[in-house]
């Protein structure tokens, strides 16, 4: 079980440690890709990550912010928090058309090939002044998936600076393999519960600022994170994770995967249908 400061969507480390996992970088291998460049997929797998890619104009994103919006204030009132809006493609068919946008997964298809699974949509809110951050961390180190196959589009939602707590990347980081990590489930202000103590002597962070509608793009190896917001602007930011349909989901994780693009030969993935309600 987890701590009772520890959220749901994070599997306990007793739970993980019943998964053989292989966790290395795996680099993309398209030669011709659709809609990224050569030099964007040459920086991906350099680097770790891609970002202030434009997926939804002004228009689109003001939509997605007022349906947002009202998604918050029913979860508020429900007892839940900012940060507690996950695996939503399974419940509101508005999150899984983004999950499953043409523009988006085309560029996805481009780092991970033809068969694409998505399985993974949260909302991190950094509401003005929550204290909240997210220590240093590795995706993969947290979910039941091997091989470390998956990236995660981070959708902004809010225009997010240095100012109101963007993420910040380690770039490169993604090639030191799985790193030590010490829990941190009684720590309140961290909304996950490992944290890469001195990932900052492994690299230059980076700040990734985003205008809304924007992406970044990254692996989950890389280690990134982000301070708590002490501005009086809200930061929010939609996950967006996907990754070969060759991977394998321990704990029930399958369930949760959306073919989003090609086969999934072996029918490992759930492939849930839209959700009828928004
Ligand atoms: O939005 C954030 O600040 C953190 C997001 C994150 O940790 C992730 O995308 O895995």
Redesign the pocket.
């Known amino acids: 079980m987890n701590s009772p400061a520890t959220p749901n969507f994070i599997p306990t480390t007793e739970d993980l440690s019943t998964i053989e996992r292989d966790l290395r970088f795996h680099p993309a291998t398209t030669t011709h890709p659709t809609t990224l460049t050569r030099q964007q997929i040459e920086a991906f797998n350099r680097d770790g990550y891609l970002r202030g890619i434009r997926i939804f104009d002004a228009e689109e994103i003001a939509g997605i912010r007022r349906y947002f919006d009202d998604l918050l204030a029913k979860t508020l009132a429900a007892g839940g928090d900012s940060y507690s809006i996950a695996t939503a493609h399974l419940r509101h068919g508005r999150v899984y058309d983004m999950l499953t946008n043409s523009r988006l997964v085309s560029i996805i298809k481009d780092l991970l090939g033809e068969n694409v699974v998505g399985w993974g949509s949260h909302f991190?809110c950094?509401m003005p002044g929550d204290g909240k951050r997210?220590s240093w961390?590795q995706?993969s180190s947290y979910w039941p998936l091997t091989p470390s196959m998956a990236v995660?589009a981070?959708l902004a939602i809010d225009d997010a600076s240095v100012e109101n707590?963007c993420?910040r990347y380690i770039p490169r980081s993604h090639h030191l393999g799985h790193l030590t990590y010490t829990l941190s489930e009684n720590d309140e202000s961290n909304v996950?519960n490992q944290t890469v103590t001195g990932a900052e002597s492994l690299g230059e962070p980076v700040n990734v600022e985003l205008k809304a509608g924007e992406i970044s793009i990254?692996s989950d190896l890389l280690l990134?994170?982000?301070e708590a917001n002490e501005s009086k602007k809200r930061r929010c930011?939609l996950?967006l994770r996907y990754c070969p349909t060759i991977v394998r989901a321990g704990l029930g994780w399958n369930a949760k995967g959306v073919i989003v693009s090609g086969r999934d030969e072996s029918g490992h993935w759930a492939n849930p249908p839209r959700p009828q309600t928004d």
Do not use: E, I, N, Y
């Open positions: 991190f950094k997210v961390h995706d995660t981070w707590a993420m996950l990254h990134h994170g982000s930011g996950t």
